[in-house]
DNA sequence: AAATTTGTCTATTTACATTTC
DNA sequence: GGAAATGTAAATAGACAAATT
């Protein structure tokens, strides 16, 4: 429940519209934005209740309806019955984790970059396909739903993760992000709302906003989605879908448990809700649980990208797609790109084939060990606790930090992180948390000197 | 009230809406989207003016409004006062151009895939970029907005085009559909309009389905559009933009004059219209004239991919972009693909750096020629006459085809053409005329006898 | 458990602007 | 050039539903 100290009176906003031209909702609505962006109201403030401010302004209800409608269509407010109407957290975050500037005196462990060392491999691949009689073709452009033997490779990647699925139910895409976004373009529409968790990954939020498909937190306890949280959302405030990841969840590095797998599946089925499960990651865990879509084959589309577990430089990644929304799929990615390089679908099909890519993925969570090793001898009590695997680390911050001054500090430390506020969602408050990249730093030495820096902050 | 004499009117439409529950106006816009999906409202129809349908329904005149406006953001309608309410000729028209299906016994000439000859020398650059030492970066990520390298190899790019701009306002893509599906995400928003040739490349009808933009056909003259047609749509229509590929115009082939192009920019200037300029095939004219952008930098984001010129399995296309959409493009690109492959993109400036791409271009031009000169031999009388390096040409049917009935018979005589139907904008009755492909059959022999082909149907 | 607060939705009234004839 | 046809837009009224107290 909000602990607004501000209550009905004084109301918080009173908008002067006698200066303004035209339509009234419109310059309502004009005056609202400029006002939330120039920091005259700030994230989390309850604003007038909508009959209150008609009355203030003397116009009609559903004229002040209309204005704070469409400032929650441009992501600026969410409301909700009985309760009010707030000005979200997220309304000036921003959106885009642009990679490292090639600053060579900062450390950058925000953005997560898979260290090159794994890419050897890819190269040799590479080269040794240029050398094939049909290696003009790699220059052609690529069937979209794929070819036969890039979808195989598809299939035998998802085994991998414990995910029996058939090629006719593959399509290749260039890398994750591109696939979400194509899946978000496919399968929802316009104001259509998707719930997440309370934070989730910068990538999916600025993909929804392209589509203006609004994401909605989904009440959940201990970093997992409740039942009750995800049936209250479906019923009340009418999700389509949701979006998830199931395996080191970005930013909380948290593993869903089988249980809560398995009541996603479930509930999706009964509330018939679409589910977007991004496993990213799911291969660099041991011993992996199966991916929600082995529970629910056809409420999900399920996304495995090789950039985090093989090399973001192959941009490709595989989708399970159900029946429903295949063709759908297809042409959204065909509008997005007409077709992925066939040179790379191909070398990641190849590396799959035989055995390459186990052998890969192998090194890859042995190097990522070795530095989760280092972050937790360093960052011990700070740290949130892991599995040895994870790519990417959690740390709750003293209370006197937000995680955007945390962030600010860091960066003067020569350290680039990222606060919490970057995955927050909807209206929540944003945690005191950062999330620091393990792979990016490209030496352990620089990955040392980088946690030891963000323990000097720590510490003092 | 309803009267009884509805009988004597003609209404196009007679919905029933007896049957169904809730919202009138919803259970009216479902009905006319199916009705128009399952083929009882053709393309082209008046519907009933909205006055006349609210007395028939005895609701009122806004119901209508309502409904009939949500179909239009469908793109299932297109209305304008004053004319009335026409269903929209592309409402049921397939958007997707899926290239062949490796169907041996079909010739493809519908898409247009470059031959792979070409794609030799490009190999061979990949191959000696591997053996490069920093060859392992090639596999990471690459930076949204471009390496330095790339930028610059953009600048050179458009030089061939007498464009001369810099390496600040260039941004790499993922090919040519993936830079005009940013450009539409970055520069409008939901429900904007866009000018274009009344027929033009199906990619920019899908792509700006996927964000809800709505393309408006311009008036044009002799394939050009006219001052007075833009200024037209700029007032009344409101459009945003326009979107126009000057060279070897899709699907009619026409290059646009030197003054439409200064007129175009005078005009964008003058109504504040940013143009999203497609240079697909500039590079592949005959001494090109310089593009809309060389005249108005600050108003036109500039596209060039190298897929026609170079080879589309480089997935890379260069962006001019003005400085006030710079940082949306580049959020743009990131929200589709986080970034694109550095391996291709550096193979692509590789071969601008140093000449390669010059001899490639070269010889395309002179295999489109040597094409060209067999399609106007087989075709003549028949085929829209056209520059020797046309990658496409156009064909005006006898009276009695359509594009579409043409498109049947000739895929039962074993070829893949695109009629018209394909390319049509808003509610424009399409033309009696089909696109076909001169670059995608295989060989010569292939694309003979596929000529051959379609003459016989012509002749009959 | 009931009353109150609060946002949402549909349909309507009224005025207006453009195009056609 | 004026009247008629036609679509567009803003503001309003009223009923409704969910959440809070």
Known sequence: MPVNSFDNYPMSWKPDLSKTTGAKYLALAELLESDIKNGKLKA??????????????????????????????????????????????????????????????????????PFVTSNLKVKQYTESLMKKPDALNLFSYGAPEGTRRQREAGVAWFEKSGFYTDKEHIVPA???????????????????????EPMTYPGVKSA???????????????????????????????????????DYQNPTAHIMSLETRK????????????????????????????????????QVVYISSLSKTISPGLRTAFVHVPDKYHEKLVTALYSLNISISPLLATVSAALIEDGAADEILAERKKGIAERNLIINQILDGFVTPSRLTAPLRYIQLPEYFTGK?????????????????????GNKMPEKTVRISVTTPPTLEILTDGVKRLRELLRQ
């Open 44 to 113: 989390g403030t309850k604003l007038p209740p909508q009959r209150e401010l008609a009355d203030f302004l003397d116009l009609n209800l559903s004229t002040i309806s209309k204005a704070y409608k469409l400032c929650e269509q441009r992501g600026l407010l969410s409301a909700s019955v009985g309760n009010g109407t707030y000005v979200s957290s997220d309304a000036t975050a921003e959106h885009v984790l642009l990679c490292g500037k090639e600053d060579s005196h900062m450390i950058e462990m925000g953005a997560i970059v």
């Open 174 to 196: 260039a890398g994750g992000q591109n696939a979400i976004t194509a899946a978000l373009a496919a399968c929802f529409g316009t104001h259509d709302k998707i719930g997440t």
């Open 208 to 246: 929804a906003k392209l589509f203006g498909i609004h994401l909605v937190p989904v009440q959940s306890d201990y970093n997992e989605m409740t039942e009750e949280g995800i049936r209250y959302a479906a019923q009340n405030e009418n999700i389509k879908g949701l979006y998830v990841i199931p």
């Open 263 to 298: 009541m996603i599946a479930r509930v999706a089925k009964d509330e018939n809700l679409l589910v977007i499960e991004d496993g990213i990651n799911n291969l660099l865990v041991d011993r992996p649980m199966p991916p929600i879509a082995s529970f629910a084959p056809e």
């Open 405 to 425: 001054s945390f962030e600010i500090c860091a960066k003067q430390a020569g350290v680039e992180v990222c606060g919490a506020e970057r995955f927050a969602v």
